[in-house]
T-cell receptor
Framework: DAGITQSPRHKVTETGTPVTLRCHQT?????MYWYRQDPGHGLRLIHY???????DKGEVSDGYSVSRSKTEDFLLTLESATSSQTSVYFC????????????FGQGTRLTVV | AQSVAQPEDQVNVAEGNPLTVKCTYS??????LFWYVQYPNRGLQFLLK??????LVKGSYGFEAEFNKSQTSFHLKKPSALVSDSALYFC??????????????FGQGTTLQVKP
């Protein structure tokens, strides 16, 4: 497996609380992505990064923010968690934006109660 | 609009029989297409990709996929299914809207069940 670590792997949190998920890579890849997986929707892009401090919104970015202060770390923050953000979150990395495939982490299962 | 469709939520096949998991796409320009597999409680694993060249692409675990530009399809195939192939399969296309930054658009996924 590519060197990607997501933490935590599981989390239960209450509505209205902030939550931060971490993605750490050891591959020195430039591009990093956060996706969420929901039944019937496949994976949808939340935010992505194309370099340190360079980030942009994806398809479902409302309610989420990200930060990338170092090449190896990409943080996803739910500012005020809602039940609709209960999902499985995947981090992915890619060395380039061309034909190279992306590599995925093991996922974080987040439950908002 | 760019999109990927996997028309079957589930595909059932007997072990030893050939399998096909369907994928169609809609993109502007030449597509970069990918197949991933997800086993229970695991991340996505890369199977194969089409970037350019031969329309028949071979990948991991004996899987292959056929790119058909006229039908805008990229179906995943395997000549002889194994019970261990049972998993969730995703087709994806590179999203170049707003510039190419390696983003992927995924289909909704197809569950493959291979029965002994």
């Amino acid at each position: 497996d590519a060197g990607i670590t997501q933490s935590p792997r599981h989390k239960v949190t209450e509505t209205g609380t902030p939550v931060t998920l971490r993605c750490h890579q050891t591959e020195n890849h430039r591009y990093m992505y956060w996706y969420r997986q929901d039944p019937g929707h496949g994976l949808r892009l939340i935010h992505y990064s194309y370099g340190v401090k360079d980030t942009d919104k994806g398809e479902v970015s409302d309610g989420y923010s990200v930060s990338r202060s170092k090449t190896e770390d990409f943080l996803l923050t739910l500012e005020s968690a809602t039940s609709s953000q209960t999902s499985v979150y995947f981090c992915a990395i890619s060395p380039d934006r061309g034909g190279t495939e992306a590599f995925f982490g093991q996922g974080t299962r987040l439950t908002v109660v | 609009a760019q999109s990927v469709a996997q028309p079957e939520d589930q595909v059932n096949v007997a072990e030893g029989n050939p399998l096909t998991v369907k994928c169609t796409y809609s993109v502007s320009g030449n597509p970069y297409l990918f197949w991933y597999v997800q086993y229970p409680n695991r991340g996505l694993q890369f199977l194969l990709k089409y970037i350019t060249g031969d329309n028949l692409v071979k990948g991991s675990y004996g899987f292959e996929a056929e790119f058909n530009k006229s039908q805008t399809s990229f179906h995943l195939k395997k000549p002889s299914a194994l019970v261990s192939d049972s998993a969730l399969y995703f087709c994806a296309v590179r999203d170049i809207r707003g510039g190419n930054t390696g983003k992927l658009i995924f289909g909704q996924g197809t569950t493959l069940q291979v029965k002994p």
